[in-house]
């Protein structure tokens, strides 16, 4: 499989009672072709969030976004465009970052989460410059990293943004 110019097709998830904001690196393939975020139905993004805050969500699109709205999570990515070998992060190249900074402009943000190694060195590199808010790296939840995070693992670590919503009162 030969790399392929990748344009950023989703919208980000926000809103002005957003206080925290997740970065992904880019949309999966599978992302792009449902149109939205972590839709490869063995990416367990979205188990993780249901567990965490113990609700059901409904596997369509709105609902996933009520879900982050309702809990004031922004969700976006890091990239707006780059090459890359299908969802291999580790062969994204030539790349062209999003404007980070207009979500902050318009919302609560307080904390940055970073999924994925590369999320997280590309926002450290090109976005935390005009941020000025570290990022916070968490596991990628792709099914290929199943061997490094298995999924009581992936919960714990992820325990962190339920922490920070359920506390957000204390930092607005």
Same mark, same amino acid.
């Given at each position: 499989m030969n790399?392929?110019?990748?344009? /950023?097709?989703?919208?980000?998830?926000?809103d002005q009672k957003s206080t925290i904001l @997740?970065?992904?690196s880019i949309p999966s393939p599978k992302s792009r072709e449902v149109g939205f975020y972590?839709? /490869?139905?063995?990416?367990?993004?979205?188990?993780i969030l249901s567990d965490l805050f113990h609700e059901e969500i409904e596997n369509t699109n709105l609902a996933?976004?009520?879900? %982050?709205l309702? /809990? /004031?999570i922004a969700l976006w990515d890091v990239l707006k465009e780059c090459e890359i070998k299908?969802? =291999?992060?580790?062969? @994204? *190249?030539? @790349?062209?970052?999003? =404007?980070?900074?207009?979500? %902050? =402009?318009?919302?609560?943000?307080?904390?940055? +989460?970073?999924?994925? %190694?590369?999320a997280t060195n590309l926002y450290k590199k090109y976005c935390y410059p005009s941020t000025n808010i570290s990022s916070i790296y968490l596991p990628s939840t792709s099914p290929a990293n199943c061997r490094n995070y298995d999924y009581d693992r992936l919960l714990k670590?992820?325990? *962190?943004? +339920?922490?920070?919503?359920?506390?957000? %009162?204390?930092? @607005?």
């Open positions: 790399k392929e110019r990748v344009k /950023h097709t989703l919208n980000p998830i926000y @997740i970065l992904g972590y839709s /490869h139905p063995q990416n367990r993004f979205w188990k996933k976004q009520q879900f %982050l309702n /809990h /004031h299908g969802a =291999d992060d580790s062969s @994204i *190249c030539n @790349i062209e970052v999003n =404007d980070i900074k207009k979500i %902050l =402009d318009q919302t609560q943000v307080k904390k940055i +989460y970073t999924t994925g %190694l590369k670590e992820y325990q *962190c943004i +339920y922490n920070d919503v359920t506390n957000e %009162l204390y930092w @607005i």
